[in-house]
């Protein structure tokens, strides 16, 4: 069973960047699609950006197009979330997930999140 940690998160002011880590144990991030997703507090989670297994296709969230981007390097087992011009409204716990199909939702593995704090 694949196994994910997140990693990269923190406290960055407004226009700043991040780059967040998924990192895949005990098993292979290669036959999966890989999400992430982001949940602030009272809100429900939401989708941030999507990657095929290939790393050929990507989705994106209106909200986050042209600032994020999503990449995978299968060799090291990781999927990582370039984050660009953060905005305060960026802040929220991101979580990575992976599973058999691209897309939106329907993602069979979660990890335990990390945390971003955009300061205005």
Known sequence: QVQLVESGGGLVQAGGSLRLSCAASGGTLRPYAVGWFRQSPGKEREFVAAVTMSG??????????????????????????????LKPEDTAVYYCAAGPRFGRQSYTYWGQGTQVTVSS
């Open 56 to 85: 050929n296709i990507k989705d994106y969230a209106d909200s986050v197009k042209g600032r994020f981007t999503i990449s995978r390097d299968n060799s090291k087992n990781t999927v990582y979330l370039q984050m660009n011009s």
